[in-house]
């Protein structure tokens, strides 16, 4: 890994140099990085597809059923290794009936690893595809995934700074292997809400000219500070509903009183739902941005302290870039 004032040049730096003022190159950093982890038109063209090949299995065993593509890949918000979640809406049988069939239909067609999970809370298949080392996961008559999606879109329209702010701590969560509701880290639903809050909130957070619109790395740098350092996790949640605001857990009922230090979010979709209730490794979240945030704030020191010519600490913060993208 990359030490924040390292001379080596990461992969998806430029070779020009960056600007010598620290957030605005922290800022030039996160769009080359952004810019590198954004799918090719190759790529593009292999989950087309291979939804599209879903698709044609689907049919030929659920005649009236319709493909529902939701999560990060409809969303244009995944990484290289990401998956692609469907939803199979209307296929005329019971849920695990309908998981156990597509599942052999799966198999026959050559798709590795396959797993019917009929005993959890949403009931799905996993699988992989074979040729390009692809997971799916498939759902059946869950509509909430995919609603979700236009919401999605709305604020990535809204909002510009959502989009590369989301990519970079999907990646900074991944590699601390904190980014899977399953094992109590952040799911990536509960991820943009939160970065979304943080938009819609940062003026009564973060006091700043009027003039003085805030850059990329101005934002996740407070981003950081508040959920690693600031944030009143025991007693605030959060609510990107609208403009946004926050909220008393306890008055909602939110609050747990065995694990009071849980992160709370309301589900826009849904007031009564909270999308973080189940991410019980918060702590370990909390310390991950708390430790961005005191590397951030070291590396700036050390740029100010070089002229401007501190190297890259986005190199830092996600080293491990090289395990993003699948050899060509």
């Known amino acids: 890994?990359?030490?924040?004032?390292?001379?080596?040049?990461?992969?998806?730096?430029?070779?020009?140099?960056?600007?010598?003022?620290?957030?605005?190159?922290?800022?030039q950093q996160l769009l080359d990085f952004v810019r590198f982890l954004s799918p090719t038109e190759a790529e593009r063209a292999v989950r087309a597809a291979l939804l599209a090949r879903l698709e044609g299995i689907v049919a030929?065993?659920?005649?009236?059923?319709?493909?529902?593509?939701?999560?990060?890949?409809?969303?244009?918000?995944?990484?290289?290794?990401?998956?692609?979640?469907?939803?199979?809406?209307?296929?005329?049988?019971?849920?695990?009936?309908?998981?156990?069939?597509?599942?052999?239909a799966l198999r026959r067609h050559g798709f590795e690893r396959?797993?019917?999970?009929?005993?959890?809370?949403?009931?799905?298949v996993k699988c992989v595809d074979t040729g390009s080392g692809i997971s799916v996961d498939v759902s059946f008559d869950v509509s909430n995934g995919?609603?979700?999606?236009?919401?999605?879109?709305?604020?990535?329209?809204?909002?510009?700074?959502?989009?590369?702010?989301?990519l970079v701590l999907k990646c900074f969560l991944q590699q601390r292997k904190l980014n899977e509701v399953f094992s109590g880290g952040i799911g990536s639903y509960c991820l943009i809400l939160i970065v979304m809050s943080h938009l819609q909130m940062y003026g009564s957070n973060f006091r700043r000219p009027p003039e003085q619109k805030p850059s990329l790395g101005t934002l996740l740098t407070d981003l950081f500070h508040l959920y690693g350092k600031l944030f009143n996790y025991t007693n605030v949640g959060v609510a990107p509903r609208g403009r946004g605001s926050y909220f008393a857990k306890e008055a909602r009922?939110?609050?747990?009183?065995?694990r009071p230090h849980m992160l709370s979010v309301e589900d826009p979709q849904d007031s009564e739902n909270d999308v973080a209730k189940s991410s019980f490794n918060i702590f370990a979240v909390r310390r991950a941005f708390a430790y961005g945030h005191s590397l951030l704030c070291s590396?700036?020191?050390?740029?100010?302290?070089?002229?401007?010519?501190?190297?890259?600490?986005?190199?830092?913060?996600?080293?491990?870039?090289?395990?993003?993208?699948?050899?060509t």
Not at 75 to 99: E, F, H, K, N, W
């Open 1 to 27: 890994p990359l030490a924040a004032g390292a001379s080596a040049r990461p992969v998806w730096a430029r070779e020009e140099p960056y600007h010598t003022e620290w957030h605005l190159a922290l800022h």
């Open 60 to 104: 030929g065993v659920f005649r009236s059923a319709e493909v529902q593509v939701f999560g990060s890949y409809a969303t244009d918000l995944y990484l290289p290794t990401s998956d692609i979640d469907v939803c199979v809406m209307g296929s005329g049988v019971s849920q695990r009936d309908a998981l156990h069939q597509l599942g052999g």
């Open 114 to 124: 396959v797993q019917c999970i009929d005993n959890a809370k949403v009931p799905i």
């Open 146 to 166: 995919p609603a979700n999606v236009g919401l999605i879109k709305d604020y990535l329209r809204r909002y510009p700074a959502l989009r590369p702010l989301v």
């Open 253 to 258: 009922g939110w609050k747990q009183q065995h």
């Open 299 to 327: 590396a700036e020191q050390r740029h100010a302290s070089e002229g401007g010519a501190g190297g890259t600490p986005l190199g830092a913060l996600v080293p491990e870039i090289s395990d993003l993208r699948r050899p």
